[in-house]
């Protein structure tokens, strides 16, 4: 078996355990690996509530059951975003009580119609501000291939968890790589999708000037493909719905990008997951044609002068609205600061920047049909190494380019980005990589990637909690 939401909602359909049992499973998992961190919040009568409705509905109407793709397994959401009705999303902050509860947000109810039952939060930085998931509040979440490292930021729980085989499948936002880094971390893979694609509505509360995507961090690409099938379209959304791209059966150039440049290197063995991509998919008859730093340093630049502007302003905007952010932490105070100050002209200046971005991949796609590139610059960093105990934006952000120097260019140009494992380290990492597209073009990067996963150059770790084996 692959070990992923897709066996796991197969080995349910056809008898082998009930939603119930694999719920059980999952909590029981769940509480093996607490010290991991991977979750925030847990309710575990909502759990089995959900699960023993699907368990019924397997029973009395057989056809409902079977419409749904995920029918039964169990899942979390990320505590930022969503919301998810009886879930209390806290973004990871003090200025936060879990309480109550939002109604569904259309995703969130996507999410329960494809039959997921859902039964926590995952552990998220504060108002995911980090690469890392280490909230004040905590839990500091902990990578499951090596404790001692980073699962990487924003949805770090959720890529934790997924990774662990608490769960097969979690929910994920991305407004800076926060779905693709901890996929990286992880071994996971991870899509942010084409701008508009996924519904936000119906308060656009994680819209973030359109940086801000949702879907989530899966086992495999079968499973990135089904969820990404089932949550799309119909986003009724500030954009129009992306119209969706058939895969390219024939020959397709592919740029390849392996070097980012002095000020932001990637580490060899990174580098060289790209170029061995990049020969794999030669041997299938694309043409690879090299691409410089040069040709993004500008655009690189700008996406992360335009992120830190928009996260800037949004988290002041959100403070002012009513919140007492002397009981946030030092970094997330110092980002509200710096959003206060930011000017309207220099605010435009950064958008008008954002919608160059866009026109200069759209050049480069005109040469290409996608871009094969690094995700990360270096394996996962250790716990630590993206503190917010400071008041330093600068020095944040740069930390989080130096890691992910590629990782903001697909929230600030629109474009669909993928990353999944393609081999390990001398430790045992994955080593991830990276392809962007052109826009609705999903199905290419879904289909290059299934063909690199198919090389088997990675093995999760850990089991799906309830696979039969």
């Given at each position: 078996?692959?070990?992923?939401?897709?066996?796991?909602?197969?080995?349910?359909?056809?008898?082998?355990?009930?939603?119930?049992?694999?719920?059980?499973?999952?909590?029981?998992?769940?509480?093996?690996?607490?010290?991991?961190?991977?979750?925030?919040?847990?309710?575990?009568?909502?759990?089995?509530?959900?699960?023993?409705?699907?368990?019924?509905?397997?029973q009395g109407d057989a056809d409902r059951f079977a419409?749904?793709?995920?029918?039964?397994?169990?899942?979390?959401?990320?505590?930022?975003?969503?919301?998810?009705?009886?879930?209390?999303?806290?973004?990871?902050?003090?200025?936060?009580?879990?309480?109550?509860?939002?109604?569904?947000?259309?995703?969130?109810?996507?999410?329960?119609?494809?039959?997921?039952?859902?039964?926590?939060?995952?552990?998220?930085?504060?108002?995911?501000?980090?690469?890392?998931?280490?909230?004040?509040?905590?839990?500091?979440?902990?990578?499951?291939?090596?404790?001692?490292?980073?699962?990487?930021?924003?949805?770090?729980?959720?890529?934790?968890?997924?990774?662990?085989?608490?769960?097969?499948?979690?929910?994920?936002?991305?407004?800076?790589?926060?779905?693709?880094?901890?996929?990286?971390?992880?071994?996971?893979?991870?899509?942010?999708?084409?701008?508009?694609?996924?519904?936000?509505?119906?308060?656009?509360?994680?819209?973030?000037?359109?940086?801000?995507?949702?879907?989530?961090?899966?086992?495999?690409?079968?499973?990135?493909?089904?969820?990404?099938?089932?949550?799309?379209g119909k986003s009724r959304g500030p954009f129009p719905?992306?119209?969706?791209?058939?895969?390219?059966?024939?020959?397709?150039?592919?740029?390849?990008?392996?070097?980012?440049?002095?000020?932001?290197?990637?580490?060899?063995?990174?580098?060289?997951?790209?170029?061995?991509?990049?020969?794999?998919?030669?041997?299938?008859?694309?043409l690879i044609v090299p691409l410089s730093w040069a040709?993004?340093?500008?655009?690189?630049?700008?996406?992360?002068?335009?992120?830190?502007?928009?996260?800037?302003?949004?988290?002041?905007?959100?403070?002012?609205?009513?919140?007492?952010?002397?009981?946030?932490?030092?970094?997330?105070?110092?980002?509200?600061?710096?959003?206060?100050?930011?000017?309207?002209?220099?605010?435009?200046?950064?958008?008008?920047?954002?919608?160059?971005?866009?026109?200069?991949?759209?050049?480069?796609?005109?040469?290409?049909?996608?871009?094969?590139?690094?995700?990360?610059?270096?394996?996962?960093?250790?716990?630590?190494?993206?503190?917010?105990?400071?008041?330093?934006?600068?020095?944040?952000?740069?930390?989080?380019?130096?890691?992910?120097?590629?990782?903001?260019?697909?929230?600030?140009?629109?474009?669909?980005?993928?990353?999944?494992?393609?081999?390990?380290?001398?430790?045992?990492?994955?080593?991830?990589?990276?392809?962007?597209?052109?826009?609705?073009?999903?199905?290419?990067?879904?289909?290059?990637?299934?063909?690199?996963?198919?090389?088997?150059?990675?093995?999760?770790?850990?089991?799906?909690?309830?696979?039969?084996?």
């Amino acid at each position: 078996m692959r070990g992923d939401a897709t066996d796991l909602a197969a080995a349910i359909r056809r008898g082998s355990l009930s939603a119930a049992e694999a719920m059980q499973a999952s909590l029981a998992a769940a509480a093996r690996q607490e010290p991991l961190g991977a979750i925030a919040y847990l309710d575990a009568a909502m759990g089995l509530a959900s699960a023993d409705d699907r368990d019924r509905e397997r029973q009395g109407d057989a056809d409902r059951f079977a419409a749904r793709p995920f029918a039964g397994v169990p899942t979390l959401a990320k505590d930022l975003g969503g919301p998810f009705a009886g879930l209390p999303v806290t973004a990871g902050s003090r200025l936060f009580e879990r309480k109550g509860g939002e109604a569904d947000s259309d995703l969130a109810a996507r999410f329960r119609d494809a039959g997921f039952c859902l039964f926590g939060l995952t552990t998220s930085p504060e108002f995911g501000l980090s690469l890392a998931s280490e909230p004040a509040i905590g839990p500091i979440c902990r990578n499951p291939l090596d404790p001692a490292r980073t699962a990487g930021g924003s949805s770090g729980g959720a890529a934790a968890a997924v990774a662990a085989g608490i769960v097969a499948i979690a929910h994920a936002t991305d407004a800076g790589g926060s779905i693709r880094v901890p996929a990286a971390c992880c071994g996971l893979v991870g899509m942010k999708p084409t701008r508009g694609a996924i519904p936000g509505g119906p308060s656009f509360g994680n819209h973030l000037a359109g940086i801000a995507s949702e879907l989530a961090v899966c086992r495999s690409v079968r499973d990135t493909a089904l969820i990404f099938d089932r949550l799309a379209g119909k986003s009724r959304g500030p954009f129009p719905d992306p119209s969706p791209v058939d895969s390219d059966n024939g020959r397709l150039r592919i740029g390849l990008l392996a070097d980012t440049g002095s000020i932001y290197p990637t580490e060899s063995d990174r580098r060289a997951a790209v170029e061995d991509a990049a020969r794999a998919l030669e041997s299938d008859g694309h043409l690879i044609v090299p691409l410089s730093w040069a040709e993004f340093e500008w655009s690189v630049t700008s996406s992360g002068r335009a992120f830190a502007d928009i996260v800037s302003v949004n988290l002041a905007a959100l403070i002012e609205a009513a919140l007492d952010d002397s009981r946030a932490e030092p970094l997330t105070q110092a980002f509200a600061v710096r959003g206060r100050a930011i000017s309207a002209t220099s605010l435009w200046n950064s958008l008008n920047d954002a919608v160059l971005v866009s026109r200069n991949l759209w050049a480069l796609f005109d040469r290409v049909n996608c871009i094969l590139m690094p995700m990360l610059s270096s394996a996962p960093l250790v716990i630590g190494s993206f503190p917010s105990d400071h008041a330093d934006t600068d020095l944040h952000l740069e930390r989080m380019t130096a890691f992910a120097p590629l990782a903001c260019l697909a929230n600030i140009s629109g474009f669909p980005a993928l990353t999944l494992p393609f081999g390990q380290d001398e430790h045992a990492m994955p080593l991830p990589v990276q392809i962007m597209a052109p826009m609705g073009h999903e199905p290419r990067l879904l289909s290059l990637a299934a063909r690199l996963e198919a090389e088997g150059r990675w093995q999760h770790r850990f089991p799906v909690a309830g696979l039969p084996s």
